[in-house]
């Protein structure tokens, strides 16, 4: 083979490792997409330890992306009224630079925000925040993962005294019972789900659990699908400790080893008898019982979990109460157990050990602790009391801030909040009357560009190299293969050459991203997912590394590999958390429920999520066909006997109203979802199809802890749309505006 390059997957936190080949190869006809252009072969690396070389439709198809409807120049325009005209580098940034300087005269560094994504690379979030957090002194800077793992987050943090998921891939083939809750692993996380999956149907014995309202994919393959009432999983792990005490299946030397709190935890648990929970989830006792006994009665239990407990008002209770049958039952540090939160996008996971959220400093290091502070402050060469020590504002506080006038500036980047936001008409109204706002994106047309008054065109994967940490802790190197279209630059550079002309020279001169990379893993050093060990040139020898990964480690080929495989897969395996005391904590939480719960105005429940295709706003595969082709239309999913109380046909449009706003539909009737329960996908913004955005109609209440809305749920009505009302269909206006 010629010329091939070993990188990761760009799309899902899964990781999986892709080989990439030049579109001409020798001997055969020059690898072309649906328009002709030239495009790079892709296949699963076989090597690689996290996928072993499988890939889904989206890992597959990534390279017909990479070329259509790129930004390319540095764009500008005065007000949203104007026309973009395109400007120099020079230009765009110096007048970025002046404005910051000029809102941080006269309005503060408080009115300054960047938000950006856990699409950025470890060096795009790094330089990022050593510019505000360290430079600037706002703390204002915060990632779609608010939106995303913020609850996993806080969870992890409350219960262990650190972030950081404790459990490996091979754990899913080392497990005697799976918890899948609040995943459709099928469809979102498609080749974790494969070695689960497969190893499920070679071994009777173990078991595979999904709690989800709606019977995905993910739910067909279970033994047990328990499809509990949107809001309720509080109550079923609470309902599930309570059998299990009640049996007597819990382990009580760790419990008294390795724990505290759980005399508290048992007193909120005796209030959740098996009838009340069967009724407030909306599943049989005999199923909760079976859940019960699954747990209970296995060695090894292993739990996932992503977005159905973290887009939750009470999202980080949730994950800590999953987390408490954990300790209870000592499921946890050792092989084939633990609990397990599916990372949403490719580098969230580098996002944190990065410190990229608006409460957190590099190092798995927290905002609000005085030493992590001065010790990032050490680092960077800051004055003292540098770093603001009040946790900056959250993705959503930003939003409010364009309302108030107390952002002066914002900076968008990675990720396209005209879509993904809750609340999405009050979102937009607020970009509408942002005083300055820069957008660094790959493509355009975006939504979201639509609100900018600069476009900064960002060079993507496979266009500059960097690091991206997987779901599983494994570090991967993304090698530059292609040269970025026209004048874009890597995220990284951008924001370093922001520092520099503000006066930063020496503080972000970084001859390449190799340089940034190893300035990041010297701030982990000694931390939880400390990187100090990790380089370029390890990950070029050895390929993807798991952290934690020390600077001490001997550097033996074979030998080291060995070594690390033995001693990090796991964290935990010593039974000794990261709390001052090295005791995990039980955390006894009774259940809220749903922030906006169905009432007679406002009947129906709308669930939000993923279909198997389409990545998020659709600005990667809403242009490759074969993707189009698979879900080529937004829908609404209705159970029979809602709609034939609604009168409501197969495709029939339906206008769907909540509190906030409305949109169309056409109905897909299917006993996949439960009566009085209703889904969306969040996939089309309106670039791609007319008044079908799910978040028009989701709203911003957010988890007292984490902060992370509840776009997973809200309450709306439904009726059949008058005919003419509205067009439901793939946007042809789209491409008129292109630059
Ligand atoms: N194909 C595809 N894959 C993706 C992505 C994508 O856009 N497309 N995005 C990536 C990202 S960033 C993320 S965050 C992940 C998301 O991955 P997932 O979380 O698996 O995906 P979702 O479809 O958002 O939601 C999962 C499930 O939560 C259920 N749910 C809703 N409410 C509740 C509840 O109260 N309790 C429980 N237990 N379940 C509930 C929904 O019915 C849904 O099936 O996927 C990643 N992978
Ligand atoms: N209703 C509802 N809403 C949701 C969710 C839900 O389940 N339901 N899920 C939430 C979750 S979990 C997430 S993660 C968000 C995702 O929401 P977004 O972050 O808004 O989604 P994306 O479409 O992935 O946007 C990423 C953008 O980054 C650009 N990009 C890609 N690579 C690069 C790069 O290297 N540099 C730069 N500068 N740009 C790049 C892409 O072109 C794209 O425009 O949505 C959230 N919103
Ligand atoms: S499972 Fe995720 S990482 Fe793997 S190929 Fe699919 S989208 Fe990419
Ligand atoms: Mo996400």
């Not at 802790?473 to 951008?494: K, S, T």
């Amino acid at each position: 083979m010629t010329n091939s390059t070993k990188t990761i997957c760009p799309y899902c936190g899964v990781g999986c490792g892709l080989e990439v080949l030049p579109p001409a190869q020798p001997g055969k006809a020059v690898n072309r997409d649906s328009e002709g252009n030239p495009i790079w072969q892709v296949r699963g690396d076989r090597s690689h330890p996290s996928s072993k070389g499988k890939i889904c439709i989206k890992g597959g198809t990534v390279s017909e992306s990479l070329v259509k409807d790129r930004l390319k120049y540095p764009m500008m325009r005065d007000s949203l009224t104007d026309e973009f005209r395109r400007v120099s580098w020079d230009e765009a940034m110096e007048a970025i630079v002046n404005r910051m300087q000029k809102v941080r005269l006269t309005q503060g560094p408080d009115a300054l925000c960047m938000y950006g994504s856990g699409q950025f690379q470890t060096e795009d979030y790094y330089i990022a925040q050593k510019l505000f957090k360290g430079f600037l002194g706002s703390n204002n800077f915060d990632a779609n993962s608010r939106l995303c793992m913020s609850s996993a987050v806080a969870g992890y943090i409350q219960s262990f005294g650190s972030d950081g998921p404790p459990c490996c891939y091979e754990d899913l083939e080392l497990t005697d019972c799976a918890f899948l809750i609040g995943t459709n692993t099928a469809e979102c996380h498609p080749i974790v789900f494969n070695r689960l999956r497969l190893y499920h149907k070679k071994n009777r014995k173990v078991k595979m659990v999904v709690v989800d309202p709606r019977r995905t994919q993910t739910a067909e393959a279970a033994d047990l699908h328990l499809a509990i009432k949107p809001g309720t999983d509080i109550d079923l792990f609470n309902g599930i400790a309570y059998l299990l005490m009640r049996w007597g299946r819990i382990d009580s030397l760790f419990i008294d080893e390795c724990t505290q709190n759980f005399p508290a935890y048992a007193e909120v648990i005796r209030h959740y008898s098996p009838e009340l929970v069967a009724r407030k989830c909306g599943i049989r006792i005999q199923d909760l019982e079976k859940a019960a006994k699954y747990w209970g009665e296995s060695q090894r239990v292993l739990s996932l979990w992503s977005m159905g407990l973290n887009q939750s008002s009470e999202g980080t209770a949730k994950v800590r109460t999953l987390i408490n049958l954990h300790l209870m039952t000592g499921d946890i540090g050792k092989p084939g157990a633990g609990p397990f939160s599916l990372t949403g996008q490719p580098n969230a996971m580098g996002g944190r050990e990065a410190g990229g959220l608006c409460n957190i400093l590099p190092g798995y290091r927290l905002v609000n602790n005085p030493q992590h502070r001065a010790e990032v402050e050490q680092f960077w060469g800051v004055r003292p009391g540098t770093i603001q020590p009040q946790r900056g504002r959250t993705a959503w506080e930003m939003i409010q801030g364009l309302e108030t006038g107390e952002v002066g500036f914002l900076w968008i980047a990675a990720t396209n909040p005209a879509v993904s936001m809750p609340d999405l008409k009050r979102t937009q109204a607020a970009l509408k009357r942002s005083p300055f706002t820069v957008y660094q994106d790959a493509y355009y047309p975006t939504e979201t560009a639509t609100y900018a008054h600069i476009l900064l065109p960002a060079a993507q994967w496979s266009e500059k190299t960097g690091v991206m940490t997987n779901s599983e802790r494994v570090v991967n190197l993304c090698p530059q293969f292609r040269d970025p279209p026209g004048e874009a630059r890597a995220d990284w550079e951008i924001f370093a050459e922001v520092g520099r002309r503000l006066g930063f020279e020496k503080q972000f001169s970084f001859p390449n991203s190799a340089q940034v990379y190893a300035e990041f893993v010297k701030i982990t050093e000694g931390r939880p997912c400390d990187s100090s060990g990790l380089s370029y040139e390890k990950l070029r020898r050895y390929g993807p590394l798991q952290w934690p990964y020390a600077d001490t480690w001997p550097c033996l080929e074979g030998e080291e590999l060995d070594r690390q495989n033995r001693t990090n897969k796991r964290l935990y395996t010593d039974f000794c958390f990261n709390t001052p005391d090295g005791r995990a904590r039980f955390g006894a939480y009774h259940s809220r429920g749903l922030a906006e719960p169905s009432d007679q105005a406002y009947p129906f429940v709308l669930t939000t999520g993923r279909l198997y295709g389409h990545w998020h706003t659709q600005t990667r595969t809403g242009r490759i066909p074969k993707i189009n082709k698979k879900h080529p239309e937004p829908f609404i999913e209705i159970h029979p006997r809602d709609a034939a109380k609604l009168n409501i046909k197969e495709n029939s449009l339906l206008e769907v109203r909540s509190r906030r706003g409305k949109a169309y539909f056409p109905a897909k009737i299917t006993k996949e979802i439960a009566p009085g329960t209703l889904f969306v996908p969040m996939h089309w913004g309106a670039l791609w199809a007319e008044n079908a955005e799910a978040n028009a109609l989701t709203h911003p209440t957010a988890c007292p802890s984490s902060l992370q809305p509840e776009l997973k749920t809200c309450a709306v009505q439904i009726s059949i749309a008058r005919v003419n009302e509205v067009r439901n269909q793939r946007s042809e206006v789209v491409f008129e505006t292109r630059i």
